[in-house]
């Protein structure tokens, strides 16, 4: 199989095996995520790295963490995050070739530290994990911004990559539908569903989804063969789509979409070598365009329209009520008042859905990660805010190469969205961030 040119085909069919047996024994998942581990670190140690073993291992847990979670399994509910951490932070270490560290990212990290004493839950152990749930993803962006910022990574290296999440994210997509079953069956309404979405959280399985449509739009934008099968990643992309929307959560969807939008759009004005390959860009994006429409017809059709009322902000329930923000504004309203009555320290890494309680007398999680920083770390958090904000708009105009201006576009916006609609939940968004910085290497004649 090593020399086969279906290699990728035969991996996405393991990893499709693999979900099937988690239909069955969800619990097998925890054996599954210390198998992960072991080889991840082995394989880290045995070339020091320089194969890229770190991120592509990396990349797997990220793809695979929400199917993971879906079974109760992963050597704990945040192993996605630890595990991403881990895995890169080896990469840093055992590198054979030390690189400057870049002082942003550094300073981002530092800049988390100081609210954590200012957490005041009754417990020890109840402290420790909501400091380690909102934590560990601002974390994971930090060590991600550091490991790949400027690394040079060539293009079949990237290819590995991107596939090492796809086939997990293909892989849960086969599982939701066995779990789920076909989209006539369902019961819709105009809020998230979680039948649609496995009987997990609607949120974190769409964005997993808009995930893999992301990596498929790149590949096609930078001229990346993912399969040798033809056309199969457009298949994989439109089933990706038909089961994002119809979990009804809409920034999932909304983040693929509107990255390759904006990239389409900014490489357009702004990059001369990407206007003379418009017309591979301009199929692309009609491509994309027509899986979207197809996909979107196709699941409002299902839910007898009520997918067009939700992305309209309608409720099927009341006509007078916005079901627009789904509540997120309230939320942002909330931390706003907390930090305004905390603006210094804030109140200190998952304390403010204490505060929101107080406030409002619902106790909800973080789901905007713009506003918690800000409520749970006071002025570090407005810092925080800057350097991940303005640090890939100073970035941009560095670059020549337009494949690693389009990652660059692709991936940020793809975050900054993530980050406005399911915070830092999952490893995703961190890695993504950081994974938009690498120097894409391509061999030339």
């Given amino acids: 199989m090593k020399n086969s040119p279906y290699k990728a085909e035969i991996y996405t069919v393991l990893n499709i095996a693999m979900a099937m047996v988690l239909l069955f024994y ?7 995520s210390i198998i992960i581990l072991i080889v991840g670190v082995y394989k880290i140690f045995k070339n020091k ?3 890229g073993a770190a991120h592509i291992f990396a990349a797997y847990v990220v793809g695979i963490e929400v199917l993971f979670r879906m079974n109760s399994g992963g050597f704990g509910y945040e192993y996605g995050k630890y595990a991403t951490i881990l895995f890169l932070t080896l990469g840093i270490l055992v590198g054979s070739k030390k690189r400057k560290l ?28 909501m400091v380690s749930f909102n934590i560990s993803g601002p974390i994971t962006l930090g060590i991600a911004g550091i490991y790949f910022y400027r690394r040079k990574v060539p293009i079949p290296q990237l290819r590995k990559t991107f596939l090492a999440m796809l086939y997990p994210i293909i892989a849960m997509s086969i599982f939701v539908y066995f779990r789920s079953g076909s989209l006539e069956d369902m019961e819709f309404t105009t809020e998230s569903n979680f039948q649609a979405s496995g009987g997990f959280g609607p949120n974190q399985v769409s964005t997993i989804f808009g995930l893999g449509i992301l ?12 399969f040798r099968i033809k056309n199969l990643d457009i298949i994989i992309m439109l089933a990706l789509l038909i089961r994002g929307l119809a979990t009804f959560s809409r920034g999932g969807m909304l983040a693929p979409i509107v990255a390759i939008i904006l990239c389409v759009v900014i490489m357009s004005l702004t990059d001369a070598a990407f206007q003379a390959k418009l017309s591979r860009a301009v199929y692309t994006f009609m491509a994309v365009s027509v899986v ?5 017809y196709y699941v409002n059709d299902a839910s007898g329209g009520l997918l067009e009322m939700r992305f309209k902000g309608e409720s099927m329930y009341n006509a007078e009520k916005s079901n627009l923000f ?14 305004q009555n905390n603006v210094l320290t804030g109140v200190g890494p998952g304390m403010a859905s204490e505060k929101r309680g107080e406030i409002s007398g619902i106790f909800s999680a973080a789901h905007i990660e713009y506003s918690r920083l800000l409520a749970e770390h006071g002025i570090f958090g407005i810092i925080a805010i800057l350097i991940i904000v303005l640090f890939p708009v100073s970035t941009f105009f560095k670059l020549k190469s337009s494949d690693e201006k389009i990652l660059l576009i692709l ?6 969205i993530t980050l406005g609609h399911a915070a830092m939940r999952l490893a995703a ?3 993504i961030y950081g994974l938009a910085y690498i120097a894409i290497y391509r061999k030339t004649r």
């Fill in 49 to 51: 790295n320089a194969d």
């Fill in 411 to 416: 991936c940020t916006v793809f975050v900054f």
């Fill in 429 to 431: 968004p961190g890695f």
């Fill in 26 to 32: 969800p619990r097998l998942s925890t054996g599954f």
């Fill in 326 to 339: 789904s509540g997120r504004l309230e939320i942002f309203e909330e931390d706003m008042e907390i930090f």
């Fill in 215 to 226: 990596l498929i739009g790149a590949a096609y934008f930078m001229n990346i063969r993912l």
């Fill in 292 to 296: 979207a429409t197809i996909g979107f």
């Fill in 102 to 129: 870049p002082a942003s990212f550094i300073a981002f990290i530092l800049l988390l530290l100081p609210s954590i004493f200012f957490v005041d839950y009754p417990t020890f152990d109840l402290s420790r994990q």
